[in-house]
């Protein structure tokens, strides 16, 4: 259980992260912000058009009476809406990162130079990049609306359906979302979607000490804009723990690092 706290921790260690480097902070809020526009238009949509979509779709229920139709219909649009606020906080994180893929690698790679060592660097060209991530985060959400489909008709079931599903779909929110984050920093030291998945599930109480309080604080769409760069910057410093441990932690930074309180330099301009 240890782990759980661990992951928290890596996810404050970000936050103060961007907060002794509020140059990068600014830099990292750029693509959520744009993100964030698209997606309060898209979920105001859902908010007006839910109840037309569960009509349209349960015709059966035109002859119920009162008031089984309305508990039926009333009940149907909050689970859509529950579902599609679901997959918002999933996408949301995929798309900013997306959108943001040059803010986050330069951020990504100031983290790891900061904290001394080797910065790995991908080498690949920036569209290549760009198709990677693409790739894998169409991968990550047919996984996640495979388990939201299974949740959402989970949700019927009388009391677990109100009590024990929505737990599961925080925790499942959560592993992806740590796995999406970590992306940045493990895409640059050359693992793969697939060795990137069993690397978080062989620590998985870490992943979901990270990735689930960030789910329920992304619940509101203007603090996952804020807590976005942040986020980046744990994920990179829980990423170096599981992948580049440090044996010795009173060492010093190797030769041509900077330190931890260095001023950043200026992020790098990126071209196709």
Known sequence: MSDLGAGFGYLMKGQRWVARHGRWFGFGLLP?????????????????????????????????????????????????????????????????????????????????????????????????????????????????????????????????????????????????LAEELTAVALQRRGMVLKDRLVLLRGRRLLALGFGVPLVLAFLIPVVAVFLMPGAVAGATLLARDLVDPDPDPDSEPRPGTAASGDVPPAPRAWSA
């Open 32 to 176: 959520g912000l744009v993100t964030l526009v698209v997606y309060a238009g898209a979920l105001i949509g859902l908010g007006y058009g839910a109840d037309d979509l569960v009509g349209w779709a349960t015709p059966f229920a035109d002859d119920w009476s009162s008031p089984w139709q309305g508990l039926l219909r009333t009940g149907l649009t909050a689970l859509v809406f529950v579902f599609g606020l679901f997959l918002a906080v999933i996408t949301f994180t995929a798309v900013t990162l997306l959108v943001g893929q040059p803010f986050y690698e330069s951020l990504s790679e100031e983290v790891d130079r900061s904290e001394g060592g080797d910065v790995p660097e991908s080498g690949l060209p920036l569209w290549r990049e760009l198709w990677i991530s693409a790739r894998d985060s169409v991968r990550i959400l047919l996984r996640v609306a495979l388990y939201g489909i299974i949740l959402f008709a989970c949700g019927f079931i009388p009391v677990v359906g109100q009590t024990v599903v929505p737990a599961i779909g925080f925790c499942v929110s959560g592993f992806f």
